[in-house]
């Protein structure tokens, strides 16, 4: 059973920048990616972009998050990180790390609230 | 970018009703379809992939059909747990997008 654990709650200004951790525990395929998703409150879900487990392939992102968004993998403890800079208001959303070998989203992790406000 | 639109938003509906959750992609996308299930306060969760296969551990009530464009997500006999949101997401291609919701409520 794969677990994914993240970091904690955070609270920024505008023009800041957040990083958001997600370790991975009990996996078993070196074909194991973590793609991450947003979720602003009451909206629906939002892909952010996917980074290798195994730090192997190049971390992927949606357009509208290029140049603000920064996915890197520490192999030795198996976590990834979000880094999510220039915060706006909108920006405002809990963010969730899944896993998944095949860009379905087989597990989740509990979420981490980001709130931006000056 | 691939648009994934479902239908209805809101659905109403009592214990033991069948329910079905239309979703509709922008373009082909075979059967790279994905259901999730997303309770009020909790991360969403894996229900159905490749369109009409059921993720280990997901109850059997659940089940998943369509390909090229238009899907459907059925609740055989709807249980007090099965209130909550529902989403499908395309992974034929990037980015992955998901359809903007199905709220499922009590009647």
């Known amino acids: 059973q794969v677990q994914l654990q993240q970091s904690g709650a955070e609270v920024k200004k505008p023009g800041a920048s957040v990083k958001i951790s997600c370790k991975a525990v009990?996996?078993?395929?070196?074909?194991?990616?973590i793609y991450w998703v947003r979720q602003a409150p009451g909206r629906g879900l939002e892909w952010m972009g996917i980074v290798n487990l195994r730090g192997t392939t190049r971390p992927t992102s949606a357009l509208e998050f290029r140049g603000r968004l920064a996915l890197t993998t520490d192999t030795s403890t198996d976590t990834v990180y979000m880094e999510l800079s220039n915060l706006r208001p909108d920006d405002t959303a809990t963010y969730y790390c899944?896993?998944?070998?095949?860009?379905?989203?087989?597990?989740w992790g509990q979420g981490t609230p980001v709130a931006v406000s000056s | 970018d691939i648009q994934m639109t479902q239908s209805p938003s809101t659905l109403s509906a009592s214990i033991g009703d069948r329910v079905t959750i239309t979703c509709r992609a922008s373009e082909n996308i075979i059967t790279w379809l994905a259901w999730y299930q997303q309770r009020p306060g909790q991360a969403p969760k894996l229900l159905i992939y490749?369109?009409?296969t059921l993720q280990r551990g997901a109850p059997s009530r659940f089940s998943g059909s369509g390909s090229g464009t238009e899907f459907t997500l059925t609740i055989s006999s709807l249980q007090p747990d099965d209130f909550a949101t529902y989403y499908c997401?395309?992974?034929?291609?990037?980015?992955?997008?998901f359809g903007g919701g199905t709220e499922v409520e009590v009647k």
């Open positions: 009990g996996y078993r395929s070196t074909a194991y990616y």
């Open positions: 997401q395309q992974y034929i291609s990037y980015p992955l997008t």
């Open positions: 899944a896993g998944g070998a095949a860009d379905f989203l087989d597990y």
């Open positions: 490749a369109a009409s």
